[in-house]
Protein backbone atom coordinates (compact mmCIF):
# COMPACT_ATOMS: atom_id res chain seq x y z
CA UNK A 1 0.00 0.00 0.00
CA UNK A 2 1.49 3.32 -0.93
CA UNK A 3 1.86 5.54 2.08
CA UNK A 4 -0.88 7.94 3.14
CA UNK A 5 -0.54 11.65 2.94
CA UNK A 6 1.02 13.51 5.39
CA UNK A 7 -0.37 17.01 6.63
CA UNK A 8 2.75 19.12 8.08
CA UNK A 9 2.14 22.36 9.90
CA UNK A 10 4.67 24.19 9.09
CA UNK A 11 5.76 28.09 11.31
CA UNK A 12 7.34 30.96 10.03
CA UNK A 13 7.92 34.67 11.12
CA UNK A 14 7.63 35.75 7.82
CA UNK A 15 7.24 35.82 4.21
CA UNK A 16 9.49 38.02 2.97
CA UNK A 17 13.43 37.63 2.25
CA UNK A 18 15.60 35.44 4.27
CA UNK A 19 16.65 32.15 4.23
CA UNK A 20 13.41 30.93 6.72
CA UNK A 21 11.08 32.55 4.24
CA UNK A 22 12.39 31.17 1.26
CA UNK A 23 12.93 27.52 3.02
CA UNK A 24 9.59 27.01 4.19
CA UNK A 25 7.94 28.23 0.38
CA UNK A 26 10.64 25.62 -0.26
CA UNK A 27 9.25 22.93 1.64
CA UNK A 28 5.68 23.27 0.73
CA UNK A 29 6.99 22.67 -3.33
CA UNK A 30 8.42 19.53 -2.17
CA UNK A 31 5.39 18.65 -0.10
CA UNK A 32 3.04 19.59 -2.35
CA UNK A 33 5.15 17.74 -5.38
CA UNK A 34 5.29 14.45 -3.53
CA UNK A 35 1.05 14.52 -2.98
CA UNK A 36 1.24 15.55 1.00
CA UNK A 37 -0.67 18.96 2.42
CA UNK A 38 1.54 22.02 3.54
CA UNK A 39 -0.42 24.26 6.02
CA UNK A 40 1.93 27.58 6.53
CA UNK A 41 1.20 29.67 9.61
CA UNK A 42 2.93 33.37 9.36
CA UNK A 43 2.54 36.71 9.19
CA UNK A 44 3.62 36.39 5.84
CA UNK A 45 4.74 39.01 3.31
CA UNK A 46 5.14 40.11 -0.29
CA UNK A 47 5.85 36.17 -1.05
CA UNK A 48 2.79 34.94 1.05
CA UNK A 49 1.13 34.31 -2.52
CA UNK A 50 3.41 31.60 -3.35
CA UNK A 51 2.09 29.69 -0.77
CA UNK A 52 -1.28 28.96 -2.40
CA UNK A 53 0.62 28.96 -6.10
CA UNK A 54 2.30 25.86 -5.02
CA UNK A 55 -0.76 24.45 -3.64
CA UNK A 56 0.03 24.88 -0.28
CA UNK A 57 -2.91 26.60 3.11
CA UNK A 58 -2.07 29.90 4.30
CA UNK A 59 -2.91 31.03 7.41
CA UNK A 60 -2.03 34.46 8.81
CA UNK A 61 -1.07 35.01 12.19
CA UNK A 62 1.73 36.94 13.81
CA UNK A 63 4.24 34.50 14.43
CA UNK A 64 7.36 36.57 14.06
CA UNK A 65 6.12 38.52 17.66
CA UNK A 66 8.57 37.50 20.24
CA UNK A 67 6.26 38.82 23.02
CA UNK A 68 5.60 35.69 25.35
CA UNK A 69 2.28 36.66 25.43
CA UNK A 70 1.55 36.65 22.02
CA UNK A 71 3.79 32.97 22.13
CA UNK A 72 1.33 31.53 23.97
CA UNK A 73 -2.06 32.77 22.34
CA UNK A 74 0.00 31.55 19.53
CA UNK A 75 0.92 27.80 20.88
CA UNK A 76 -3.05 27.36 21.58
CA UNK A 77 -3.98 28.48 17.90
CA UNK A 78 -1.34 25.92 16.66
CA UNK A 79 -3.22 23.22 18.67
CA UNK A 80 -6.19 23.75 17.18
CA UNK A 81 -5.20 23.63 14.10
CA UNK A 82 -3.41 20.89 14.50
CA UNK A 83 -6.67 19.19 16.02
CA UNK A 84 -8.49 21.02 13.20
CA UNK A 85 -6.67 19.69 10.40
CA UNK A 86 -5.22 16.21 11.72
CA UNK A 87 -1.73 17.30 11.37
CA UNK A 88 0.96 14.54 11.20
CA UNK A 89 4.09 16.49 12.27
CA UNK A 90 4.96 20.34 13.46
CA UNK A 91 7.74 22.01 11.43
CA UNK A 92 9.07 25.29 12.90
CA UNK A 93 11.46 27.63 10.47
CA UNK A 94 12.61 30.18 13.62
CA UNK A 95 12.27 31.04 17.01
CA UNK A 96 9.64 33.19 17.85
CA UNK A 97 7.44 30.43 15.83
CA UNK A 98 9.46 27.65 17.13
CA UNK A 99 8.69 27.95 20.95
CA UNK A 100 4.75 28.62 19.50
CA UNK A 101 5.05 25.35 17.20
CA UNK A 102 6.90 23.66 20.10
CA UNK A 103 4.50 24.05 22.85
CA UNK A 104 1.67 22.93 20.38
CA UNK A 105 3.54 19.97 19.33
CA UNK A 106 3.52 18.64 22.87
CA UNK A 107 -0.03 19.75 23.64
CA UNK A 108 -1.40 17.25 20.69
CA UNK A 109 1.31 14.80 21.07
CA UNK A 110 2.97 15.15 17.46
CA UNK A 111 6.53 15.36 16.51
CA UNK A 112 8.24 18.45 16.19
CA UNK A 113 11.04 19.51 14.21
CA UNK A 114 12.86 22.52 13.39
CA UNK A 115 15.26 23.43 10.72
CA UNK A 116 18.13 26.12 11.27
CA UNK A 117 19.80 28.37 8.54
CA UNK A 118 21.49 30.57 10.32
CA UNK A 119 23.95 30.52 13.56
CA UNK A 120 22.26 32.21 16.29
CA UNK A 121 24.41 34.83 18.80
CA UNK A 122 23.85 33.86 22.23
CA UNK A 123 24.85 37.43 24.46
CA UNK A 124 23.46 36.27 27.85
CA UNK A 125 21.50 33.19 29.37
CA UNK A 126 18.22 34.75 28.36
CA UNK A 127 19.35 34.70 24.33
CA UNK A 128 20.59 30.66 24.76
CA UNK A 129 16.92 30.12 26.39
CA UNK A 130 15.85 31.92 23.67
CA UNK A 131 17.36 30.04 20.82
CA UNK A 132 17.74 26.31 22.46
CA UNK A 133 13.96 25.65 21.29
CA UNK A 134 15.50 25.17 17.66
CA UNK A 135 17.40 22.20 18.72
CA UNK A 136 14.12 20.74 20.72
CA UNK A 137 13.15 18.47 17.69
CA UNK A 138 12.98 15.47 17.61
CA UNK A 139 15.03 16.32 14.38
CA UNK A 140 17.19 19.31 14.18
CA UNK A 141 17.86 20.29 10.63
CA UNK A 142 20.71 22.21 9.40
CA UNK A 143 21.66 23.50 6.04
CA UNK A 144 25.30 22.59 6.19
CA UNK A 145 27.96 21.05 8.10
CA UNK A 146 29.34 23.88 9.52
CA UNK A 147 25.97 24.56 11.33
CA UNK A 148 26.06 20.70 12.36
CA UNK A 149 29.16 21.02 14.29
CA UNK A 150 27.57 24.22 15.67
CA UNK A 151 24.67 22.55 17.10
CA UNK A 152 26.80 19.58 18.33
CA UNK A 153 29.28 21.66 19.93
CA UNK A 154 26.55 24.49 21.85
CA UNK A 155 24.24 22.63 22.47
CA UNK A 156 25.43 18.78 22.82
CA UNK A 157 22.41 17.49 20.40
CA UNK A 158 23.46 13.75 19.43
CA UNK A 159 24.52 13.94 16.27
CA UNK A 160 21.72 11.11 15.45
CA UNK A 161 19.32 13.57 16.03
CA UNK A 162 21.30 16.37 13.62
CA UNK A 163 20.20 15.95 9.72
CA UNK A 164 22.41 17.89 7.28
CA UNK A 165 19.87 18.56 4.23
CA UNK A 166 22.00 21.24 2.10
CA UNK A 167 19.53 23.95 0.52
CA UNK A 168 19.05 23.75 -2.99
CA UNK A 169 18.87 25.99 -6.00
CA UNK A 170 16.07 25.84 -9.09
CA UNK A 171 19.05 25.44 -11.69
CA UNK A 172 16.47 25.93 -14.39
CA UNK A 173 16.72 29.74 -13.66
CA UNK A 174 19.66 30.35 -12.97
CA UNK A 175 21.28 29.24 -16.51
CA UNK A 176 23.62 31.39 -17.89
CA UNK A 177 22.96 30.08 -21.77
CA UNK A 178 19.39 31.89 -20.84
CA UNK A 179 21.03 35.29 -20.38
CA UNK A 180 21.25 37.48 -23.09
CA UNK A 181 23.03 40.76 -23.14
CA UNK A 182 20.64 43.60 -23.74
CA UNK A 183 19.40 42.02 -20.08
CA UNK A 184 23.39 42.65 -18.56
CA UNK A 185 23.95 45.77 -20.18
CA UNK A 186 20.60 47.20 -18.90
CA UNK A 187 21.42 46.14 -15.43
CA UNK A 188 24.29 47.96 -15.46
CA UNK A 189 23.01 50.64 -16.85
CA UNK A 190 21.06 51.13 -13.87
CA UNK A 191 23.94 50.90 -11.44
CA UNK A 192 25.74 53.41 -13.19
CA UNK A 193 28.06 51.10 -14.53
CA UNK A 194 30.29 51.97 -17.40
CA UNK A 195 31.38 49.33 -20.10
CA UNK A 196 34.95 47.63 -20.03
CA UNK A 197 33.90 48.09 -15.53
CA UNK A 198 34.43 45.28 -13.44
CA UNK A 199 31.53 44.58 -10.80
CA UNK A 200 32.25 43.20 -7.56
CA UNK A 201 28.82 42.20 -6.29
CA UNK A 202 28.16 42.04 -2.27
CA UNK A 203 25.24 39.77 -1.77
CA UNK A 204 23.14 39.17 1.21
CA UNK A 205 20.34 41.27 3.61
CA UNK A 206 21.53 45.11 4.82
CA UNK A 207 22.75 43.77 7.76
CA UNK A 208 25.49 44.49 10.08
CA UNK A 209 25.68 40.14 10.60
CA UNK A 210 26.05 40.36 6.45
CA UNK A 211 29.28 42.67 6.42
CA UNK A 212 28.64 45.15 4.33
CA UNK A 213 31.10 47.70 5.80
CA UNK A 214 33.95 45.10 5.53
CA UNK A 215 33.27 45.21 1.63
CA UNK A 216 33.55 49.31 2.02
CA UNK A 217 36.81 48.98 4.07
CA UNK A 218 37.76 46.68 1.60
CA UNK A 219 36.67 48.97 -1.18
CA UNK A 220 38.82 51.68 0.04
CA UNK A 221 42.07 49.38 0.17
CA UNK A 222 41.74 48.69 -3.62
CA UNK A 223 41.62 52.32 -4.31
CA UNK A 224 44.26 53.20 -2.10
CA UNK A 225 46.37 50.26 -4.30
CA UNK A 226 45.19 52.65 -6.82
CA UNK A 227 43.22 49.18 -8.65
CA UNK A 228 40.82 51.27 -11.49
CA UNK A 229 37.50 50.54 -13.47
CA UNK A 230 36.29 48.58 -10.12
CA UNK A 231 32.62 49.65 -8.26
CA UNK A 232 30.66 47.24 -5.68
CA UNK A 233 27.30 47.24 -6.09
CA UNK A 234 25.20 46.00 -2.87
CA UNK A 235 21.92 44.63 -4.09
CA UNK A 236 20.39 43.22 -0.84
CA UNK A 237 17.21 45.06 0.68
CA UNK A 238 17.23 46.79 4.46
CA UNK A 239 13.78 45.73 5.43
CA UNK A 240 13.72 48.95 7.17
CA UNK A 241 16.90 48.85 8.98
CA UNK A 242 17.41 52.39 8.14
CA UNK A 243 20.07 52.79 11.16
CA UNK A 244 22.68 50.20 9.73
CA UNK A 245 21.88 51.76 6.06
CA UNK A 246 22.81 55.30 7.44
CA UNK A 247 25.79 53.89 9.14
CA UNK A 248 26.99 52.28 5.67
CA UNK A 249 26.45 55.89 3.85
CA UNK A 250 28.74 57.77 6.40
CA UNK A 251 31.04 54.90 6.24
CA UNK A 252 30.78 55.23 2.31
CA UNK A 253 31.84 59.16 2.65
CA UNK A 254 34.27 58.87 5.73
CA UNK A 255 35.96 56.31 3.48
CA UNK A 256 35.90 58.48 0.11
CA UNK A 257 34.51 55.53 -1.81
CA UNK A 258 31.03 57.20 -3.36
CA UNK A 259 32.44 56.79 -6.85
CA UNK A 260 32.97 53.10 -6.31
CA UNK A 261 30.03 51.74 -4.23
CA UNK A 262 26.28 51.36 -5.23
CA UNK A 263 23.56 50.39 -3.08
CA UNK A 264 21.37 49.27 -5.50
CA UNK A 265 18.87 47.20 -3.75
CA UNK A 266 17.06 43.58 -4.44
CA UNK A 267 16.15 43.44 -7.99
CA UNK A 268 13.53 40.91 -9.65
CA UNK A 269 15.87 39.69 -11.92
CA UNK A 270 18.32 37.56 -10.22
CA UNK A 271 20.38 35.66 -12.97
CA UNK A 272 20.80 38.73 -14.73
CA UNK A 273 22.03 40.20 -11.80
CA UNK A 274 24.73 37.43 -11.25
CA UNK A 275 25.20 37.66 -15.22
CA UNK A 276 26.70 41.54 -14.41
CA UNK A 277 28.64 40.56 -12.05
CA UNK A 278 32.72 40.07 -12.12
CA UNK A 279 33.36 38.46 -8.47
CA UNK A 280 30.45 37.96 -5.91
CA UNK A 281 31.00 38.51 -2.33
CA UNK A 282 29.10 37.37 0.54
CA UNK A 283 31.40 38.63 3.86
CA UNK A 284 29.03 37.59 7.03
CA UNK A 285 30.55 38.14 10.12
CA UNK A 286 28.78 35.03 11.55
CA UNK A 287 27.78 32.00 10.94
CA UNK A 288 24.73 31.72 7.60
CA UNK A 289 24.51 28.36 6.72
CA UNK A 290 24.40 27.77 3.39
CA UNK A 291 23.71 30.75 1.75
CA UNK A 292 21.87 30.48 -1.28
CA UNK A 293 23.23 33.74 -2.90
CA UNK A 294 26.61 31.91 -2.90
CA UNK A 295 25.67 29.29 -4.23
CA UNK A 296 23.17 30.87 -7.35
CA UNK A 297 26.12 32.59 -8.02
CA UNK A 298 28.36 30.11 -8.78
CA UNK A 299 25.33 28.42 -10.30
CA UNK A 300 25.68 31.28 -12.84
CA UNK A 301 29.49 30.56 -13.50
CA UNK A 302 30.89 34.00 -11.19
CA UNK A 303 34.00 33.10 -9.15
CA UNK A 304 32.90 33.84 -5.39
CA UNK A 305 34.65 35.36 -2.26
CA UNK A 306 33.32 34.04 0.74
CA UNK A 307 34.42 34.51 4.63
CA UNK A 308 35.04 31.90 6.92
CA UNK A 309 31.96 32.60 8.71
CA UNK A 310 29.83 33.00 6.02
CA UNK A 311 29.92 29.94 4.19
CA UNK A 312 31.66 26.38 5.16
CA UNK A 313 34.16 24.31 3.07
CA UNK A 314 31.00 22.56 1.22
CA UNK A 315 29.56 25.73 -0.20
CA UNK A 316 32.44 26.81 -2.02
CA UNK A 317 35.70 24.72 -3.15
CA UNK A 318 38.77 27.20 -1.86
CA UNK A 319 42.43 26.68 -0.73
CA UNK A 320 43.78 24.99 1.05
CA UNK A 321 41.51 22.68 1.10
CA UNK A 322 41.33 22.00 -2.77
CA UNK A 323 44.47 22.91 -5.28
CA UNK A 324 44.17 25.63 -7.47
CA UNK A 325 43.34 24.09 -10.48
CA UNK A 326 39.99 22.81 -8.58
CA UNK A 327 39.03 26.34 -6.81
CA UNK A 328 35.46 27.44 -6.98
CA UNK A 329 36.23 30.96 -5.54
CA UNK A 330 38.08 32.18 -1.91
CA UNK A 331 37.86 32.36 1.66
CA UNK A 332 38.65 34.80 3.66
CA UNK A 333 38.99 35.41 7.53
CA UNK A 334 35.70 36.85 8.63
CA UNK A 335 35.89 40.62 9.18
CA UNK A 336 39.04 41.47 8.09
CA UNK A 337 38.92 43.77 5.58
CA UNK A 338 42.39 43.89 4.26
CA UNK A 339 42.31 40.22 3.81
CA UNK A 340 39.12 40.73 1.46
CA UNK A 341 40.93 43.20 -0.41
CA UNK A 342 43.58 41.19 -1.18
CA UNK A 343 41.39 38.45 -2.49
CA UNK A 344 39.77 40.91 -4.86
CA UNK A 345 43.10 42.08 -6.04
CA UNK A 346 44.08 38.07 -7.04
CA UNK A 347 40.25 37.56 -9.02
CA UNK A 348 40.24 41.39 -10.37
CA UNK A 349 43.96 41.13 -12.13
CA UNK A 350 43.51 37.21 -13.39
CA UNK A 351 42.71 36.83 -17.08
CA UNK A 352 39.43 36.65 -17.86
CA UNK A 353 39.45 33.27 -19.10
CA UNK A 354 41.03 31.84 -15.40
CA UNK A 355 38.23 33.85 -14.25
CA UNK A 356 35.82 31.47 -16.87
CA UNK A 357 37.61 28.54 -16.07
CA UNK A 358 37.17 29.18 -12.23
CA UNK A 359 33.41 29.83 -12.76
CA UNK A 360 32.83 26.99 -14.87
CA UNK A 361 34.26 24.89 -12.08
CA UNK A 362 31.40 26.62 -9.91
CA UNK A 363 28.93 25.80 -11.70
CA UNK A 364 29.90 22.22 -12.42
CA UNK A 365 30.36 22.01 -8.45
CA UNK A 366 26.87 23.36 -7.81
CA UNK A 367 25.07 21.23 -10.09
CA UNK A 368 26.58 17.99 -8.57
CA UNK A 369 26.32 19.13 -5.38
CA UNK A 370 22.91 21.08 -4.60
CA UNK A 371 19.84 19.70 -7.02
CA UNK A 372 16.70 20.15 -5.74
CA UNK A 373 15.73 16.12 -6.03
CA UNK A 374 17.85 14.80 -3.83
CA UNK A 375 17.40 17.42 -1.14
CA UNK A 376 13.60 16.56 -1.39
CA UNK A 377 14.39 12.84 -1.05
CA UNK A 378 16.02 13.12 2.22
CA UNK A 379 13.85 15.38 3.70
CA UNK A 380 10.96 13.13 2.74
CA UNK A 381 12.69 9.92 4.29
CA UNK A 382 13.34 11.92 7.40
CA UNK A 383 9.51 13.09 7.49
CA UNK A 384 8.45 9.28 7.25
CA UNK A 385 11.18 8.41 10.07
CA UNK A 386 9.62 10.91 12.41
CA UNK A 387 6.01 10.15 11.90
CA UNK A 388 6.42 6.75 11.91
CA UNK A 389 5.72 3.09 10.56
CA UNK A 390 1.51 4.11 11.37
CA UNK A 391 1.48 6.77 9.70
CA UNK A 392 2.70 5.21 6.33
CA UNK A 393 0.69 2.29 6.63
CA UNK A 394 -2.42 3.79 6.02
CA UNK A 395 -3.54 3.65 9.24
CA UNK A 396 -5.22 7.12 10.76
CA UNK A 397 -4.04 8.47 14.29
CA UNK A 398 -6.45 8.88 16.93
Request: aromatic letters at 6%.
Amino acid sequence: MPPRPLTVLITVPTLDAGAADEGAIELVRILVRAHHRPIVVSRGGRHQGAVAEAGGEFIRRDMASKNPFTMLRNSVALARIVRARRCDLVHAHGRAPGWSAYLAARIMRVPFLTTWYKGFREQNWAKRLYNSVMVRGARVIVVSDQLADLVHSRYGTPWGRIAVIPRWIDLGSIEPSKIGPERVAALRRNWGVEPGTKVVLAVGRILRRKGHHIVVQAMQRLKLRGVKNVVCVFIGEDHGRSRYVCELWDLVQATGTSDVVRMAGPGDDRAATYAAATIVVSAATQPEGLQRAVLEAQAMGRPVIVSDAGAGPESVLAPPAVADDRITGLRVPAGDPAELAAALVHLLSLPDSDRRAIGARGRSWVIGQFRADAAAESLLRLYADVVGRAAWSGRQRD
